[in-house]
Structures are given as C-alpha cells and as structure tokens.
C-alpha cells in the first residue's frame, strides 16, 4: 500500500489543478476541526477541494504543503484503517520537514474506508494540519461524525450548479444592479435553460442527448454502489422500478402503500419494510428527497404520503418519458432545490378544504407559502393558486405569499401575494460579493 501512496502522492504533485468554475461557496478552514463536504456523486465535490487548495496556494503557500488521495481510486481498493498511518509515513518520510510546518489534507469520498473517522479524529489531535473529507453519503458521514468527531467537525452539503454558478459556468454576465429589458430578457432565456438542463457541473458543455446519457450514468452508480453494494440490496429490479417511478414522477406524493401493490400486482415480491428501507437509501445517498406534511403533529407528519424530489433537474430531463416535459414540475422541482440549498426546513401544506400549498418553511421567524406554476395566463390557474394561498394564509396568521412563475411579475390587487419570475427568485437567497455575476 506504501508504493500506491507514494505513486498517488507523486502524481498529484506534478499535475497541474484542472479548470474549475468557482463556487459560492465556505471553504474556509476551521482550526481544530475536519471540514466534510457531503453531496450526490458529480455535484462537485472533488472541484470545491481543488477550490480550496487553489485558495491556499495563492496565499504562497508551497503545493508540497497538500496531500490529497481519492479513496475511489482503483490503487487504493481495499484499504483499511490499519493502512492509514501508512499516509503519513509517506507524506513525511519525503518531505520531513513539513512536520513543522502546517498542513492540509485532502481525503476524498472518504466513506470507502471502514472506520475512517478514528484516522481523522487522530489527525486533528496529533498534525499540525487542515482536514477536508468528501463523502456521498449523507448517513453514513453523518453518523461517524456525530460520534468520533463529535465536535471536530463541520459538515457542509454539497448541491449541483445554483443558478450563480450556472451564469458564471456559460459567461454570461450580468449586472444586477441595472436589470433593465435586455438583460430581464437573458435572465429568463437562461432559467429556462437551467431549468430544463440542471446544473451537473460536467454536462454543462454538452448536447442534449450527451447530457443524458452522462446523467443516467450518475444514477447507475448510485443505484449499484451507493444503495445495492453499499447496503447489500438483492431485490434490485424492485430498487430500480420505485427509482424509476420517482424520477417520472417528480413533485407528488409518493403512497408507498399503493406503490407496494403495484409492485405486487406485476409479480414483483417486495415487503413495504424493503420499500421504506430503500426510500433511507437514496435519500441517504442524495438523488431523491423527501418533503412531509407541514403540521405540528409528529404523527400527521408520520402518516400523510410525502413529496419526492430530486437532486438536479437534469436528472428529471434524463428520464422523462413524455414528448414535452412537465413544466410545473419542472419548476417546482427547481424551487424546492434552491430552498433545500440554503439549508431551510421544508414542508407542504394542505388547507382545511384540502387545497394544496407546494411549499411551507420558516426564515427569520417569519412564515413563508410559495406556490409554483410555470403561468398565470389562464384565469382558472390563477384564481386556483390565489385561492389556495390566501386560505392557507388564513389558517397560518397571515405568513408571506409568494408564486414562482417561469417569466411573471405582478402583485396581486389585495397587496397580499407577490408573482416573481423564475431568475429572481433564484438570485433572491443567493450572496454576492459584488454587483456582477461573472
């Protein structure tokens, strides 16, 4: 194992860092803790570390000051935590005077490593060093760091393009302190774009059939080594038709009861207990996402069907199966992953009369309703969703009422719900440290 890390070490050493389009993004180091970037396989994980060594190596610091090894790597294949003194041995034995001098460490996809946290927890106590860990899954991580690195860490997750770094990633820049016809008419044109092709850092060059069969790949490996392998899963057909159903489906509930029969009707044998164990796993793994009935009740939350999202609409595109995708969901797929990227607590709501909100969260201890629909063109569409809202505004004192459309911008005549486009509201919740996207 010594010879692989001496070979891996070496090699990172000579290569230059490969271009990456920045992220807005904390990186920043915290002294005495591990810094652990937690996301869906391809989000970018691997880019936001070269993002950060690039950071420390404009500071002048030497590259020979960084150690990074990918645990995917196939040189690595079996190691254990007993081969991990190995790492230091090597990083030191070749430059022994870094032993005085500080450090930083870069461990990616980590998980790969049973036990991988008593390492990490070592190094921060005993190394004059940074920590950076990434890992694609969500329990797995989590878990290890709320019991050997209690404390020690900082977990961070990582999600595909934001709108930001999507401008950023195709040159388009934007002056947002002058949003005049001309650039409203850009910013439209490319949160249509990014709402139909998401925001993968890799597919971002290609063409639509290319972008496809990338994404799908995505999801293989997630499938096979992230829930089959990593979980020991058998019933793998059952796996792929509730992964399927999901990601044809996006933005409705999900009755695993009816799912389950379903199943058993085409001859497929699975228990509901296998169905809820597979749902923990894909989340757990970051492709599919699950929102619940807003309510103060545990056991409402517990018992009503909820909502399935997924990671990245590309995804969604990948799989669709219609002619024209669904829009609306589309959309709200879109919105509910800026609102998860900014770490908010999310449910639906469902007034007394069974009218349906999309989207319910808290901020600032302030209530928020958003309702999503690709237009309010159409009478009936608009009544709906003002009705809806304002019922629900009733029975919630009065929160904030807001619809995402893809390109509308009004506020209602009772001056009680206000109609934003798609771009700004992908903007609104972003920070920049200027004026200009670029």
């Not at 920043?28 to 970037?37: F, I, Q, R, S």
């Not at 002056?175 to 890799?202: I, W």
Request: with cysteine.
């Amino acid at each position: 194992m010594k010879q692989a890390l001496e070979y891996l070490i070496g090699d990172f050493l000579e290569r230059d860092l490969p271009k990456f389009t920045r992220r807005s993004f904390d990186l920043e180091p915290v002294p005495g803790k591990a810094l652990a970037l937690i996301g869906m396989r391809r989000v970018g994980k691997t880019y936001l570390c070269y993002q950060a060594m690039q950071t420390i190596l404009d500071k002048g610091v030497p590259k020979d000051n960084i150690l990074y090894l990918n645990f995917e790597d196939d040189r690595l294949y079996g190691f254990q935590l007993a081969d991990c003194q190995a790492i230091l041995d090597v990083f030191y034995a070749q430059r022994p005077q870094k032993k005085s001098e500080h450090c930083t460490f870069f461990f990616d996809e980590i998980q790969n490593v049973r036990h991988w946290e008593r390492f990490i927890r070592r190094l921060i106590d005993t190394e004059n060093v940074s920590v950076y860990v990434t890992g694609s899954s969500a329990r797995l991580l989590s878990l290890e760091i709320a019991t050997a690195l209690r404390g020690r860490s900082l977990d961070r997750e990582v999600f595909t393009f934001s709108f930001e770094e999507f401008l950023r990633a195709h040159s388009v820049p934007i002056n947002l302190s002058r949003v005049g016809s001309k650039t409203r008419l850009l910013l439209n044109q490319h949160a249509d774009m990014y709402c139909r092709m998401g925001g993968f850092p890799e597919i971002q060059p290609f063409e639509v059939n290319r972008r496809r069969e990338i994404i799908q790949s995505y999801v293989d490996a997630v499938v096979l080594r992230d829930v089959v392998d990593r979980h020991g899963v058998s019933n793998v057909e059952s796996l792929r038709a509730l992964v399927y159903h999901v990601l044809r489906n996006p933005a409705t509930k999900l009755s695993v009861n009816k799912f389950y029969l379903d199943l058993k009707s085409r001859g497929l044998r699975i228990s509901k207990d296998d169905l809820y164990a597979f749902l923990r796993h894909l989340t757990d793994a970051f492709l599919l996402f699950q929102v619940p009935l807003w309510s103060r009740s545990e056991k409402k939350r517990q018992v009503n069907p909820k909502k399935m999202y997924v990671i990245d609409n590309g995804v969604l595109d990948a799989y669709s199966t219609n002619l024209t995708a669904d829009h609306g969901a589309f959309l709200e797929n879109l919105v509910f992953q800026t609102l998860r990227r900014q770490g908010l607590e999310i449910g639906y709501y469902l007034t007394k009369r069974r009218r349906e909100i999309d989207f319910v969260y808290r901020l600032n201890e302030e209530t928020y309703l958003i309702q999503v629909a690709w237009t309010l063109d159409n009478d009936l569409t608009r009544e709906r969703e003002l009705r809806a809202l304002r019922e629900a505004a009733a029975e919630l004192n009065q929160p904030k009422c807001l619809i995402v459309t893809l390109n509308e911008e009004w506020v209602s005549d009772e001056n009680d719900v206000e109609v934003i486009p798609l771009w700004k509201f992908l903007l609104g919740g972003d920070f920049y440290s200027d004026d200009t996207v670029n």
